[in-house]
């Protein structure tokens, strides 16, 4: 009741290496080590050879084109066609070149901070905050802060292996309790959207299954997706049924002009 500012953590992951897939980049620089020879690279490219041989940009636009499967099925073929996720993706290799012969977790930290979650830095806990008439600190996105954390080697962000947030953790052990330093990420959306979901599974299925949706949705892609957002740990389905929900919500109060549905 007497808190009105409060400190909150946004950026910190994109810069001191908090997500569990970010391990990835550097087995795979490890990996390139290994492979005495270069391609070009390019989108028609098998996923292994992209990743072992092509250059960073195409390992970070194939990344991009992996996570967007999900939306891939849920909309109608000629519309995802003509939405153009190449083009996005590309765009996501250009950002991830700016690195300059940096390595490979640093193209992809960056691309996360400047494409992938733009809107969860500052945008969302304002939001947050503003709803709650608390005012929101992040300290992270100090400029100095961000400078010094893309001076850092990628071995002080992130292990090979699950092991993330390496230089910041060890900074911080002694003035945080151990609990919270080497507990489990919490998911910022997926796990609660995986509870979410499941509280509305039966007006989900309604809405999906039988209830009429905008024409640039594919009912069976639309079915497929809720089936594997209920049942599995892989969050771009839960993002993919998140679209499908906004995007039947939105067409059927502005478009169809009726009421939304209960």
Do not use: C
């Not at 709650?132 to 071995?155: C, K, Q, T, V, Y």
């Amino acid at each position: 009741r007497h808190v009105t500012v409060v400190l909150d953590g946004s950026a910190g992951d994109e810069l001191f290496a908090g997500y569990t897939s970010y391990p990835l980049y550097r087995r795979l620089e490890l990996a390139r080590k290994f492979v005495p020879f270069r391609t070009n690279g390019n989108f028609s490219d098998p996923r292994w050879l992209a990743f072992l041989t092509g250059p960073a940009e195409i390992i970070q636009a194939r990344m991009y084109r992996d996570r967007v499967v999900g939306l891939s099925k849920i909309f109608d073929a000629g519309f995802f066609n003509r939405a153009d996720s190449t083009r996005a993706a590309r765009r996501q290799g250009e950002i991830f070149s700016e690195v300059n012969g940096g390595s490979l977790l640093s193209g992809a930290l960056l691309t996360d901070l400047l494409y992938n979650h733009y809107h969860n830095v500052s945008m969302l806990a304002d939001r947050a905050g503003l709803g709650n008439s608390l005012e929101i600190r992040s300290p992270f996105i100090d400029h100095r802060l961000a400078e010094f954390a893309a001076s850092l080697p990628g071995a002080w962000k992130a292990g090979l292996w699950r092991e993330t947030r390496v230089f910041l953790k060890k900074a911080l052990r002694g003035y945080l309790p151990d609990e919270n330093l080497d507990r489990k990420k919490l998911g910022f959306g997926h796990e609660t959207s995986r509870v979410v979901f499941k509280l509305w599974e039966p007006r989900l299925r309604r809405m999906f299954e039988t209830g009429p949706l905008p024409p640039m949705l594919a009912r069976a892609g639309v079915k497929e997706a809720l089936e594997l957002a209920l049942r599995t740990e892989a969050s771009s389905w839960t993002h993919a049924l998140w679209f499908a929900l906004g995007v039947t919500l939105w067409w059927t109060k502005f478009v169809r002009k009726e009421e939304m549905p209960e």
